[in-house]
């Protein structure tokens, strides 16, 4: 890897997941998943000969979808690895990075090997570095990143109907009470 380049770490949850018992914690300014998965990598930095020891930035975005990459903390590692100052991305799993597998697809493919960033996904067990000439024709990570966007369109239309559901049932449906 260059010299004076970090490594990124990229945290992003969609929905927060701040409430204990029915109430939103004021104490608590950043989620559940949001600290775990910054635990997560922080410990495969930390046990990697490769990447412990350096320099490590942390861009997040906690309650933004991944559906497209309009996201202040995506936007910012973005401009600093267009500027030269990111070496390797670290994520939880690719879905953090992107659930659009075609943009994904761009990234892993095209952007970051041209621009010689390293992108781990942990729990996808992916490591550009194992791939010489990029990942496109590894079905694996095709077929996880077509399921990650999947999942979101998905998860949507299911909302969707049970809101219809309980609307024509005469039932309150929105976030909060009256």
Not at 48 to 67: H, N
Not at 75 to 81: A, G, R
């Amino acid at each position: 890897m260059t010299e004076n380049r970090k490594i990124a770490i990229y945290l992003r949850l969609s929905i927060e997941d701040d409430v204990v018992d029915g109430k939103i914690s004021t104490e608590q300014r950043e989620s559940n998943s949001i600290s775990n998965q910054r635990k997560m990598l922080l410990d495969y930095i930390r046990n990697d000969a490769e990447l412990m020891g350096q320099e490590v930035a942390e861009f997040c975005d906690d309650g933004f979808s991944g559906t497209n990459m309009d996201r202040p903390g995506m936007q910012e590692l973005l401009k600093q690895v267009k500027q030269s100052k990111i070496s390797c991305i670290l994520v939880k799993d690719m879905s953090r990075f992107a659930r659009d597998y075609i943009e994904l697809g761009d990234y892993l493919n095209q952007n970051f090997p041209f621009m010689g960033v390293r992108f781990i996904a942990v729990n996808d067990h992916y490591d550009s570095n194992r791939y010489k000439y990029g990942s496109a024709g590894m079905i694996d990570v095709g077929f996880k990143q077509i399921m990650h966007q999947y999942y979101s369109v998905s998860l949507s239309q299911k909302i969707l109907c049970a809101h219809n559901q309980l609307a024509q049932k005469g039932k309150f449906h929105a976030s909060y009470a009256f």
